[in-house]
């Protein structure tokens, strides 16, 4: 099978969250599987300063209304995965991937390149798979030209409902060339604007979400984004499917960023060493307290103020607080005030680095994640790969990958009080329970986390969509 991948990043190349690590393990695993995957990514500044040596292959040009654009095409390849790279220094040559005020146009630019270069080549796909907003009108624009005998089919994966690439009305004629039609029917319109996404799940073959439990969250009117009569349309070709994550990288008995590796058959020596070492790393005192483990984005949406608001109830019952991550001011100053106030026992970096975040991964006893709304969430299965038991609320993929009292904690209501509920628990395991605390650690290490699964499930739904 012909796969197209179109996203706005894709891990080693280009990350700012889970969805670049979805886009490369699941192609990864797919050639590994014997299929051809292309995946079709900007070719930004970032990638450039990195020294990625792509190789040139031609330019072209594409018309966005009035607009005559340049279009740079560069391949590359990693672990059999091909890469087309689009180069624009006006759109791409940027310090950040995102966050700037024409992210509608830079992206429209991107599409219309991308069914430029399908046609061009004549790639022929059998599956072009696009990924949240940015690639969403890509459906629309290869629909309304023709296919021939192509067969093309099209699969999307919402990875974040919240962003739902909103843009004026007229962007459909003034960016991407296409009649007003589609706004006027209501293909394209969502809350007065175009979205880019809505546009996807209604043009495509398939739609798709990362875990079962945020599909019925997004068939609610409540949980939607404003979404739930589109994709209450799409019901029969809705699914959810959890997301794996990369087990060679995030392999406590091999990883070379850890103190001393560990395994399921043989967990405590190294966890109790990753432990020491990551208190060391934060200069905690490694006194035998339960050390809770944070790595996030600092943003509303993970919940962190249920975090802050318990944080002095669990520096009272003798707990650390390590947290790695970065985000908005007041969580970031939050933290930084209870560091300060309790340097014995909070240990923070702002910012990111993976090798901090695979100490705390491995180091931690436990993983805070009560979020108020999870896609379908990266850090808990991480964290349960290597022992590390996630508490987590149950919303989304964390409802549908963490078994209470099992494999990790959970709570239901977004309020401290709950949160304080499942602390106590973890709490009483920790100190109380040793033996209970030692098989949730091994029901942990023993989850099977690969992609292969869900690679599956992804194969299925492609020949589902073949089929139509």
Known sequence: MKIVMVASECNPLCKTGGLADVI????????????????????????????????????????????????????????????????????FGRDNLYGYNDDGERFAYFSIAVQKIIHRENMRPDIVHVHDWQPGMLPALMKGAPLDDWKTHFVLTIHNAAFKGYLDRYALGDLYNLSDDMYDSGAVRLEGMVSTLKAAIYFCDKVTTVSPTYREEMLTKDLSQGLSEVLEFRRDDFAGVVNGIDVKEFDPANDKKIIKNYSEKAYK??????????????HLPNKDRPTFGLVSRLTWQKGISLILQNSQYMLDRGANIVILGSGESNLEVGFQSLRDAHPDQVGIYIGYSDDIAH?????SDFFLM???????????????????????????????????????????????????????????????????????????????????????????????????
């Not at 020596?269 to 934060?282: E, I, M, R, V, W």
């Open 370 to 468: 009560p979020s108020l709304f999870e896609p379908c969430g990266i850090g808990q299965l991480i964290a349960q790969r290597y022992g590390t038991l996630p508490i987590v609320r149950e919303t989304g993929g964390l409802k549908d990958t963490v078994h209470p009292e099992v494999d990790g904690f959970t709570f239901y209501s977004f309020d401290p009080a709950s949160m304080k509920g499942a602390l106590d628990v973890a709490f009483g395991y920790y100190y109380e329970n040793k033996d209970g605390l030692d098989k949730m650690i091994k029901n942990a290490l023993k989850l099977d986390r690969s992609w292969g699964e869900s690679m599956n499930r992804y194969l299925g739904i492609y020949k589902d969509a073949m089929r139509k």
């Open 269 to 282: 020596t190294g966890k109790k060493a990753c432990k020491n070492d990551l208190l060391n790393f934060f």
């Open 359 to 363: 100490k705390i991964y491995a180091g």
């Open 24 to 91: 490369y393990s699941l192609s990864r695993e797919l050639v590994n599987n014997g299929h051809e995957v292309f995946v079709f990514l900007p070719y930004y500044k970032l990638l450039k300063n990195k020294g990625i040596k792509a190789e040139y292959q031609y330019y072209d040009y594409i018309e966005m209304s009035w607009r005559h654009q340049y279009v740079g095409v560069f391949n590359y390849e990693i672990d059999g995965i091909k890469f087309k790279l689009i180069d624009s220094e006006q759109y």
